[in-house]
Nanobody
Framework: QVQLVESGGGLVQPGGSLSLSCAAS????????MGWYRQGSGKQRELVAN???????NYADSVKGRFTISRENAKNTAYLQMNRLKPEDTDVYYC?????????WGQGTQVTVSS
């Protein structure tokens, strides 16, 4: 089992910035992928960004150039820096840990972009 604890999120005005962090604990594999997904009411959960143990990253087109994902392997922690936020970025953001066919999820943190 892997536990994920998220922090960050909140309310920000359009054009502002927020950062999220996600710390993994428990039965951590040597190599794994961590990522962030988001889901709004009535919508499917979608990938925002993920990062492998080697540092390879993948971003949704909608956030490229605005969001940056990073990780500290020694701390089993992933970060999502979100800049130039837009109202359409408003969602619940979920941290994800993936190893082989195993997926674990954080509890979700609300990000609201509004004036």
């Amino acid at each position: 089992q892997v536990q994920l604890v998220e922090s960050g999120g909140g309310l920000v005005q359009p054009g502002g910035s927020l950062s999220l962090s996600c710390a993994a604990s428990g039965n951590i594999a040597k190599t794994y992928t961590m990522g962030w997904y988001r889901q709004g009411s009535g919508k499917q959960r979608e990938l925002v960004a993920n990062i492998t143990s080697d540092g390879n990253t993948n971003y949704a087109d909608s956030v490229k150039g605005r969001f940056t994902i990073s990780r500290e392997n020694a701390k089993n922690t992933a970060y999502l820096q979100m800049n130039r936020l837009k109202p359409e970025d408003t969602d619940v953001y979920y941290c994800n840990y993936q190893w082989r066919w195993f997926n674990f999820w954080g509890q979700g943190t609300q990000v609201t972009v509004s004036s």
